[in-house]
Nanobody, 124 residues
Framework: QVELKESGGGLVQPGGSLRLSCAAS????????MGWFRQAPGKEREFVAS?????????NYAGSVQGRFTISRDKTRNMVYLQMDSLKPEDTAAYYC????????????????WGQGTLVTVSS
């Protein structure tokens, strides 16, 4: 098991930006993918974006964030980032990261216990 810690959330106005960080407690093996998920109040957790740890980099986004969010990684620091631009009220949620066993979001399963997440609130 890898321990994951998310940070960077906060309150932002619609149209604003935030950068989330996910720190893994141990190096991530290249056969894995790292993903961001979110859970809004009263809703199920949903996939947001994923990035492979291998080369070439495989990146996937949920349709609702495509073009607004950018996922990136720093393998040397075992970090994954989520740059969120043009934020909307519907992006309000707790955001989590997790290790995945596949680069295909439709087939991937999470491998680690969920962290505490980081709360993003988009409101004027």
């Amino acid at each position: 098991q890898v321990e994951l810690k998310e940070s960077g959330g906060g309150l932002v106005q619609p149209g604003g930006s935030l950068r989330l960080s996910c720190a893994a407690s141990t190096p991530i093996a290249v056969l894995y993918t790292m993903g961001w998920f979110r859970q809004a109040p009263g809703k199920e957790r949903e996939f947001v974006a994923s990035i492979g740890w291998d080369e070439p980099i495989a990146i996937n986004y949920a349709g609702s964030v495509q073009g607004r969010f950018t996922i990136s990684r720093d393998k040397t620091r075992n970090m994954v980032y989520l740059q969120m631009d043009s934020l909307k009220p519907e992006d309000t949620a707790a955001y989590y990261c997790n290790r995945l066993n596949s680069s295909n979001p439709q087939r991937a399963k999470t491998l680690d216990a969920w962290g505490q997440g980081t709360l993003v609130t988009v409101s004027s």
